[in-house]
């Protein structure tokens, strides 16, 4: 996501009204960035009960620590960092019997890659309506595992770059690269079952 | 030559254009000889592209407003 040092400048005039108690300012934070954060809080926590929560929480904890923001990063990054704490908190309370975090060891073996390899049709998101598409892509991202779909969100979604994904969801580079690799294969390969042009398969190229 | 392993390694790279000239032609050469990769590549940038349009979710007026109301009392307390 690139942003002129003039949004920048006006965000941080923005948060500096905010901390003073200005509460038209802190309800511009919120319209810029609330339907992110909840998109992003329902693929992790995949129950829109918990991603509302998440959603007050991370706002509630920002205004809170407004202090503590630096301004050296963005705004987003920064509150995309608290709302996925409070979502795998989330998680971790639903699945008390196991822990659940980003930086779960993953399996890069080549068992995820390419089963299923078939052209596309020209325009495939056309054969479906807007809300049957939604639907497509939404079930698609909740069937990956929890690690690569915020990676994917933020990156692919969202057009953070590498880095600022690194930095929101505290993993180092080459792991955010790693998972949105995983990422973009298993969705090509669970999409690929919608969109193939009929009749194609493999070997029709060989 | 590159393997089909070592393409998909270096895809997101690829597709980012984030790759050097050196191993993008390398890459452009493998997918040129390979049917299989060359759909890979071009289906995994379709993903991609469809994501890119999606919309974001529509959150309830209830949801902001409830949201908002909880922060002007926190603000209201701490000034």
């Known amino acids: ?206 | 030559m590159l393997t089909c392993k070592q393409f998909l390694e270096e895809l997101s790279d690829y597709l980012d254009e984030k790759t050097d000239p050196q191993l993008r032609q390398k890459l452009e050469q493998h997918i040129s000889d390979c049917p299989n990769c060359w759909v890979i590549c071009d289906t995994t940038k379709k993903t991609i592209q469809i994501y890119k349009g999606m919309d974001p979710v529509a959150i309830a007026p209830d949801i902001h407003d409830r949201l908002m109301a909880a922060l002007e009392q926190k603000m209201a307390r701490k000034t």
């Open chain 1, 1 to 206: 996501m690139s942003s002129s040092p003039i949004e920048i400048d006006e965000e941080a005039a923005i948060i500096a009204q905010a901390r003073l108690g200005n509460t038209g300012a802190f309800n511009e934070l919120l319209r810029r960035y609330e339907r992110k954060i909840f998109r992003l809080a329902l693929h992790i926590t995949q129950n829109r009960e918990d991603a509302e929560d998440v959603l007050q929480e991370a706002f509630l904890k920002a205004y809170e620590h407004l202090d503590q923001f630096q301004g050296q990063s963005k705004f987003y990054t920064w509150i995309v960092r608290i709302a996925v704490n409070q979502a795998l908190m989330k998680l971790r309370k639903r699945k008390a019997d196991r822990s659940v975090s980003l930086d779960e060891t993953i399996d890069t073996g080549e068992d995820n890659i390419a089963r299923e390899i078939a052209a596309w049709d020209e325009n495939p998101e056309q054969k479906y309506s807007r809300e049957e598409l939604q639907r497509i892509l939404t079930s698609a991202i909740d069937g990956l595992a929890p690690i690569y779909r915020a990676v994917f969100v933020l990156r692919d979604i969202d057009g953070l770059s590498t880095e600022e994904a690194a930095e929101a969801l505290d993993l180092s580079v080459p792991a955010v690269k790693s998972r949105l690799l995983r990422a973009r294969l298993q969705l090509r390969e669970k999409l690929t079952r919608f969109f193939k042009r009929k009749g194609d398969d493999a070997f029709a190229y060989m």
